[in-house]
């Protein structure tokens, strides 16, 4: 097979991929662009929030358990004296 013609296939194939995505895309689309992006703006703020609370509730568990382990309440806290040479 020649160049011409294989390229010629690779040019057709990916003219007839692009136009299948491009109707799946348009079928399947959640809505215009705006409300799609608006959705997505909320669905990442959530997102981060959700983030957020997690790695304060995993860093406070580890200090409960810190705590636990050295048997002092106040390990870890703001409350705690600093140690002054």
């Known amino acids: 097979m020649s160049l011409g013609m294989k390229l ?7 003219a007839t991929g ?3 995505g491009v ?3 348009s079928l399947l689309a959640p ?3 705006a409300d799609f992006q ?4 909320e669905l990442i703020t ?3 929030s959700d983030g957020d ?4 509730l995993t860093a406070e568990e580890l200090a409960r358990r810190f ?3 050295v048997s002092d309440p106040t390990a870890l806290t703001k409350e705690e004296d600093p140690v002054t040479p």
């Open 8 to 14: 010629l296939k690779f040019t057709a194939g990916s």
């Open 18 to 20: 692009t136009a299948i």
């Open 23 to 25: 109707a799946v895309g």
């Open 31 to 33: 809505g215009r662009g």
């Open 38 to 41: 608006r959705s997505m703006r």
């Open 46 to 48: 959530e997102t981060r």
């Open 53 to 56: 609370l997690a790695q304060h």
């Open 67 to 69: 705590r636990n382990q």
